[in-house]
């Protein structure tokens, strides 16, 4: 058993509650207690009391109290900033454990046997195309032939929207953030990469290389990989740059093609490393930038409403994809 992580704990003297963290940020925020205690529904009083007891426990002056307000002092706006990054802590910290609890708490399934009938539509983007999904259709395909598979490959975006709507019971997808009630388990890291001809000058570096690096390069896009693109300007225009978009292709067996000519470089899933007819003429470096290591996840609506079929073929997916810790994550 793994034993809990040594902590410096000079907090608990302070006997210093949450509520009350939260409560001095509502007066800065509203530069007035009366506005504060009117937002928070609670007497001025009450959060007079807080404060004061808040300076005790720091032995600093946190607030100038005046007639038209207050304003917060130098050692105030020290406490805040602090209070933001607990705060911050405290969420992501919420989000883990419930996303851990949901990439471990999938419910029994019942013995099914190999004649089982039933029906079950995937969607999923192209890397898991690329990387495990073959492997575990093929499988499962073995084990229940009976099982109808719907699949369709789309991006991310897409994909959530059509498990929203019920055209998809599951996703597999790249945690972008994207605002949904679906539940999400992450099931396998993955990071990008360039792919580059193999007389490329950094072809030979055998390291990662960043994205800055790479800006003003001419880039082969990838239409079915929209939020790569998408990402790729972005970052080319935080450093000074216009994306060159040289040309554009509708997949990634094409635009190999062009990275091996030399026409261009790609920025592709790694997965999409993987050896082929091209493998030869191309090499492939991983981008060292943050944004670049994402999280594939599987998505659905709830557990309640899968089917028998639907629970098979998304324990058979966490199996190929391999358990991985939840992070912050792209198609």
């Not at 990054?85 to 851990?100: P, Y």
């Not at 605002?179 to 001809?197: A, I, S």
């Not at 300007?233 to 093609?257: I, P, T, Y």
Request: proline share 4%.
């Amino acid at each position: 058993m793994s034993s809990a992580p040594e902590l410096n704990h000079n907090w608990l003297n302070l006997g210093i509650d949450l509520t009350s963290l939260r409560l001095f940020c509502a007066v800065v925020a509203e530069g007035s207690l009366v506005r504060a205690a009117e937002k928070e529904g609670i007497a001025v009083s009450a959060i007079s009391r807080r404060l004061s007891h808040l300076e005790d426990r720091f032995g600093v002056q946190l607030l100038f109290r005046g007639g038209r307000g207050v304003k917060v002092t130098r050692a105030g706006k020290t406490l805040l900033s602090h209070i933001g990054l607990l705060f911050h802590g405290l969420d992501a910290c919420l989000e883990d454990v419930r996303l851990s609890a949901r990439a471990t708490q999938i419910e029994e399934l019942p013995h099914v046997r190999p004649d089982y009938e039933g029906k079950v539509t995937l969607h999923a983007n192209l890397s898991a195309f690329l990387d495990f999904l073959p492997k575990a259709l093929v499988t499962f395909a073995r084990d229940y032939p009976r099982i109808q598979l719907s699949l369709q490959e789309r991006t991310s975006s897409e994909i959530v929207l059509a498990v929203e709507t019920g055209s998809a019971d599951i996703g597999v997808i790249w945690d972008l953030g994207i605002k949904t009630d679906l539940e999400v388990v992450p099931c396998k890291n993955e990071r990008l990469v360039v792919l580059l001809p193999e007389d490329h000058p950094m072809a030979s570096t055998g390291t990662s290389v960043s994205f800055r690096e790479l800006a003003a390069q001419p880039f082969v896009c990838i239409s079915n990989v929209a939020p790569i693109l998408h990402r790729c300007r972005e970052e080319a225009m935080a450093v000074g740059h216009v994306l060159w978009e040289r040309c554009e292709v509708s997949n990634l067996d094409c635009a190999k093609e062009l990275v091996a000519a030399g026409i261009g470089i790609v920025i592709a899933p790694e997965a999409s490393a993987a050896p082929d007819q091209n493998s030869h003429r191309i090499v492939h470096r991983p981008l060292s930038d943050t944004w670049a290591h994402r999280v594939l996840s599987l998505c659905f609506r709830s557990r309640s409403e899968l089917s028998v079929e639907a629970r098979l073929l998304m324990e058979r997916l966490r199996g190929h994809a391999g358990s991985t810790r939840p992070s912050t994550l792209q198609t």
